[in-house]
C-alpha cells in the first residue's frame, strides 16, 4: 500500500468573485475509500469537477498515479483512469445500458468509414454484462432504453462504468442523495464491491451512517476549504458534524478558515 | 418484480422485459387508417382503395394507386430522411423546402442543352461553355449547394447557439431570396436527355427506399447515429463524454441539406424544368412525416423507418381523400390533426416516463 494515486496541491477555483474552491492538499492512496464531506456549497462538488477535467482549475496542481496532469476535458480524465459518477446523471435516457457505457468511447469497426464506421455492439454488450456482473448490478434488461428504469438502477448504470473501464480512480458525487432505501443498498453494495477488488474511491457524501459503512477516512470541506483529514477509527459522527458546522476546525487546518 | 430480473448481474435479455418498439404503433396507425378507407371506400363509392376491386391489374392491389402514393411521396420523403436525423438531434430545419427551390434553379442551370427544335435553347441562363455539360456536374452542383446551405445552418445552430428554428427560418427566406434572383423568376428549361433520367418513372421512389435503407443502417449501426440519438436525448451528457457536439451537429445539418438538394435535382429532373416557387412548404410536408412516424421533436427518439411509415401515412391519406372525392381542404384538417395528435401522444408519453423515474 501507501502509493499514492491522487495528491492536489493549493487546488482553487474562482467563479468570478466566488471563491467556491480555495487551496485544497489532498491525498488519496491507491486502493483507499475516502469519503468528502461538507455542508452545501461547501465546494465538493467544484473539488470534484477539477480533478475531472469538467472545468479549469483557477490554480494549483494535480497529480494523478504519478505524473502531474491538466486534463482539458471529462474524456481526458476518463482515458487517464478516473471514471466519474456525477451528481448530476450524464445518462442518455434514449440509449441503452451498453450505449451508455460506452457513450464516447465506443467499440468499432471499419474505423476507415471516419464518421460512419461500424458499432461493434457484440463487444460492448459482453463487456457490459461483464460490468454489471463484477459489480452485481442488476438490470431487467441492458437493450432498453434507460428512460424507464428506476432512479437506482440509472445510479447503478453511471456506477458500472467503472467495472466495465478498470479504471483506477472512481468518484462518486452524492450518489444515493436521490435514491430510496433499497435502491441506496443496491449502490453501497457496489461500493463494497469496488474495495474488495481494491479500487481507489472518492465519495462525495452527505450520509454519515453510509460513510462510516463504507469509507476509511472522512475529508470535511468547509466554505471552500478543507478544515480536517479523520480516519474513521479515530472520529464519530458528533465530531465529523463538528468539523461540518465550523464548531471545529482540523489543527493542522487552523487559521485557514 | 420477478426474481428472474434480480439475479446477480442481472444476466437477462427476458423478453417479457423487452421494450415495445414504437414503429409497430405507427404501423398500426398506417392500417388502422388504410381500413377505415377502404371501409369508406365500399359505402360511399363502391370500391376498394388499394385493392383491384375491378380486375384490372394481374395483381390482388391496385398497382396504379399504390404508385401515385409512393411517387408523390418519395420526393418529400427523401427531404423527410434528412429532417428526421435534424429533429432527432433536439433540432428542426425550416429550410428544406427553400433550399430545393434555390438548388433546383442553379442545378438545372448546368443541366440545359445547347439545341432545342434545332434552334439555341431559348432558356440558357450560361453561354454556351455551360451546356451539354455530363450529367454529374448538375448532380454535383444540386448537391453541392445543398450541402452549403446544410453546413451554414449548422454552424449557425452549434457555434454561434442561434436556435435551430430562427437559424432555419433565415436560411428558409434567403434561399428561396436566391431561387428567385438567380433568374429573376424566370423557369430554366430544357435539360439534356441523361439529366431527365434522374428523376423519370419509379426512380424517385427507388432513390427514396434506397436512401431510407442507407440511412436505417447508418443511423443504427454507426457512430454517427449514436452520437445524433445521444445528442438529442442529452446534450450535456454527450458533452461530458466527450463527443464533439458541435461538429456532430454541423454534419447532420449538412446531410439533410444534401438530401434536400438530391430532391432538387430529382424534382427538376422529373419535371424537366425548374421554377422559383419549387418545394414550397415541402419543409413542413417534411418534419409532419417525421412527426406522425412518432419522431420526436424533444430528440432522441424516432426512426427512419418511422418517417418512412410517416410518409405512407400521408400518402395514402392524400389519395384516399381523392378516391372519396372528398376536397382537399378536408385532407388537410385531418392531417393538421393527426399531427397535432402524434405531438400530444409523444408529449404524454415523455412525461409518462419522467414522472415514473
Ligand atoms: N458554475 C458556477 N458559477 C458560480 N458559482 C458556482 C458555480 N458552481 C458552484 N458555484 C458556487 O460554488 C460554491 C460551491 O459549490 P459546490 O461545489 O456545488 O458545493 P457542494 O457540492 O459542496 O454542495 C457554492 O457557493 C456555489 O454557489
Ligand atoms: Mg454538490
Known amino acids: 500500500m501507501s502509493e499514492t494515486i491522487l495528491e492536489t496541491k493549493g487546488l482553487t477555483k474562482h467563479y468570478g468573485g466566488v471563491h467556491a474552491l480555495e487551496d485544497a492538499d489532498f491525498i488519496l492512496e491507491k486502493g483507499e475509500h475516502v469519503a468528502i464531506m461538507g455542508d452545501n456549497g461547501a465546494g465538493k462538488s467544484t473539488f470534484v469537477r477539477q480533478i475531472t477535467g469538467v472545468e479549469q482549475r483557477t490554480r494549483g496542481t494535480i497529480v494523478f498515479d ?6 482539458s476535458g471529462p474524456l481526458d480524465a476518463r482515458e487517464a483512469g478516473i471514471e466519474t459518477v456525477f451528481q448530476t446523471l450524464a445518462l442518455a435516457d434514449d440509449l441503452n445500458v451498453p450505449d451508455n457505457l460506452f457513450l464516447g468511447r465506443e467499440k468499432t469497426m471499419f474505423n476507415w468509414l471516419g464518421p460512419f464506421r461500424i458499432l461493434d455492439y457484440k463487444t460492448m454488450r459482453e463487456a457490459t454484462l461483464a460490468g454489471l456482473e463484477k459489480t452485481a448490478v442488476k438490470i431487467p ?5 434507460i428512460a424507464n428504469m428506476s432512479g437506482g438502477q440509472r445510479q447503478c448504470v453511471a456506477i458500472a462504468r467503472t467495472a466495465t473501464f478498470a ?28 474495495k474488495e477488488q481494491g479500487e481507489s474511491l472518492i465519495l ?6 453510509q460513510v462510516f459503512d463504507l469509507v476509511d477516512r472522512i475529508v470535511v470541506f468547509r466554505r471552500g476549504r478543507i478544515v480536517a483529514n ?15 458546522t465550523g464548531a471545529k476546525t482540523g489543527a493542522e487546518y487552523e487559521g485557514a478558515a | 418484480m420477478s426474481d428472474k430480473s434480480h439475479g446477480t448481474g442481472g444476466l437477462t435479455f427476458d423478453k417479457s422485459k423487452r421494450q415495445w418498439p414504437n414503429e409497430l404503433n405507427v404501423f398500426g396507425a398506417l392500417i388502422l387508417i388504410i381500413v377505415i378507407f377502404e371501409i369508406l371506400g365500399a359505402i360511399y363509392v363502391g370500391q376498394s382503395l388499394l385493392f383491384d376491386s375491378n380486375n384490372r391489374f394481374d395483381s390482388i392491389f391496385n398497382e396504379q394507386r399504390l404508385r401515385i402514393i409512393i411517387i408523390q411521396v418519395a420526393i418529400v420523403g427523401i427531404i423527410a430522411l434528412g429532417v428526421t436525423q435534424v429533429i432527432i438531434t433536439a433540432g428542426i430545419d425550416l429550410s428544406s423546402g427553400s433550399v430545393l427551390g434555390a438548388t433546383a434553379m442553379i442545378a438545372m442551370s448546368f443541366a440545359q442543352v445547347s439545341e432545342v427544335n434545332g434552334g439555341p435553347n431559348p432558356k440558357a441562363i450560361f453561354g454556351p461553355a455551360f451546356l451539354d455539360l455530363p450529367v454529374v456536374v448538375p448532380v454535383m452542383v444540386g448537391l453541392g449547394c445543398g450541402i452549403i446551405a446544410g453546413i451554414v445552418n449548422g454552424v ?8 435551430p428554428f430562427i437559424a432555419t427560418l433565415g436560411m428558409m427566406l434567403f434561399a428561396r431570396g436566391v431561387a428567385q434572383w438567380w433568374s429573376k423568376g424566370n423557369p430554366v428549361s430544357f435539360p439534356t436527355e441523361a439529366y431527365s433520367k434522374i428523376g423519370a418513372g419509379m426512380m424517385p421512389v427507388i432513390i427514396f427506399l434506397s436512401l431510407a435503407v442507407l440511412f436505417h443502417l447508418i443511423m443504427n449501426y454507426t457512430i454517427y447515429g449514436k452520437h445524433t440519438y445521444a ?4 446534450e450535456a451528457a454527450a458533452r461530458m463524454s466527450g463527443i464533439n457536439v458541435p461538429r456532430h451537429l454541423v454534419l447532420v445539418y449538412a446531410i439533410a441539406g444534401m438530401l434536400a438538394g438530391l430532391s432538387a435535382v430529382i424534382l427538376t429532373s422529373k419535371n424537366l424544368t425548374a421554377q422559383s416557387g419549387m418545394g414550397l412548404s415541402y419543409e413542413l410536408d417534411a418534419i409532419a412525416m417525421a412527426v406522425i412516424g412518432g419522431v420526436s421533436l424533444f430528440g432522441g427518439r424516432g426512426s427512419i423507418i418511422g418517417t418512412v411509415i410517416g410518409a405512407l401515412i400521408i400518402g395514402v391519406i392524400t389519395s384516399g381523400f381523392t378516391f372519396l372525392r372528398l376536397g382537399a381542404y378536408y385532407q388537410e384538417m385531418v392531417l393538421g390533426s393527426i ?18 423515474s
Open chain 1, 167 to 194: 479504471s483506477k480512480l472512481t468518484i462518486m458525487d452524492e450518489p444515493t442523495a436521490a435514491l430510496g432505501v433499497q435502491e441506496t443498498a443496491q449502490v453501497e453494495n457496489i461500493v463494497r464491491t469496488l
Open chain 2, 156 to 163: 449557425l445552430v452549434a457555434y454561434s447557439r442561434i436556435p
Open chain 2, 231 to 234: 445528442i438529442g436525448s442529452n
Open chain 1, 66 to 71: 504519478g505524473t502531474e496532469v491538466n486534463f
Open chain 1, 204 to 209: 462525495v457524501s452527505h450520509n454519515m451512517r
Open chain 1, 230 to 244: 479523520l480516519n474513521k477509527d479515530d472520529t464519530d459522527g458528533q465530531d465529523v458534524v463538528a468539523y461540518i
Open chain 2, 339 to 356: 399531427i397535432v395528435g402524434a405531438v400530444a401522444l409523444d408529449q404524454w408519453q415523455q412525461q409518462r416516463a419522467a414522472t415514473r
Open chain 1, 141 to 145: 434488461n441492458i437493450r432498453n432504453t
